[in-house]
């Protein structure tokens, strides 16, 4: 099973499960932040740069860019509601569909449920020879065995850093063994 989503899991669980409040704006707007608001705030203030004011223009360009994106998300609630919450429940209930096609059993409110126990990261080169960070999360989702039992299975969520590619499959972090005399 390998399933290709384009949302973090952990994140999206998060969002659906939480009361709106700061940790979910932050949560849903920092990949826009790093992606495109500090480079514009720093290439803005490049030519500022010439006459030593730098840093005060490229920080006030930057926090401009942050005060923009929470005002809207604010004037978003007050339309709507927690239109956070509504998307992630959307993307939820299709991942379930998703997983039951595989053979998973699960529900909405038992992926609310799902745990990160174990993150790592590793450093590889792609098919372009460039350097990448891989980020793999391993996350315990209760499902449903055969006799409707409630059971955790093991999924694993790996992610290029700086992608907006996620990679689901199956699999839990290798185990490995260590001589108990070893430093003796």
Do not use: C
Not at 133 to 138: C, I, N, Q, T
Request: overall charge neutral; charged content about 25%.
């Amino acid at each position: 099973m390998k399933l290709v989503i384009n949302y973090d899991l952990i994140n999206e669980i998060k969002n659906a499960s939480e009361p709106y409040g700061t940790m979910k704006i932050v949560r849903t707007y920092k990949k826009y932040w790093i992606g495109f608001g500090i480079p514009i705030g720093i290439i803005g203030s490049i030519p500022s740069a010439l006459d030593k004011s730098f840093l005060p223009v490229s920080l006030s360009m930057i926090s401009f860019n942050i005060v923009i994106s929470l005002l809207y998300d604010y004037i978003m609630y007050n339309e709507v509601g927690d239109f956070h919450k509504k998307e992630a429940k959307e993307r939820l209930l299709k991942l379930v569909s998703l997983l039951r096609e595989n053979n998973i059993n699960t529900d909405y409110d038992l992926l609310l449920k799902s745990d990160m126990y174990y993150k790592k990261y590793n450093i590889r080169l792609n098919e372009d020879k460039l350097v990448e960070v891989l980020e793999s999360k391993y996350i315990l989702i209760p499902t449903y065995n055969y006799n409707m039992k409630v059971t955790d299975t093991s999924i694993l969520q790996e992610h290029v850093v700086g992608s907006s590619e996620y990679v689901l499959s199956l699999g839990s972090p290798e185990k490995k063994l260590k001589l108990v005399m070893e430093g003796v």
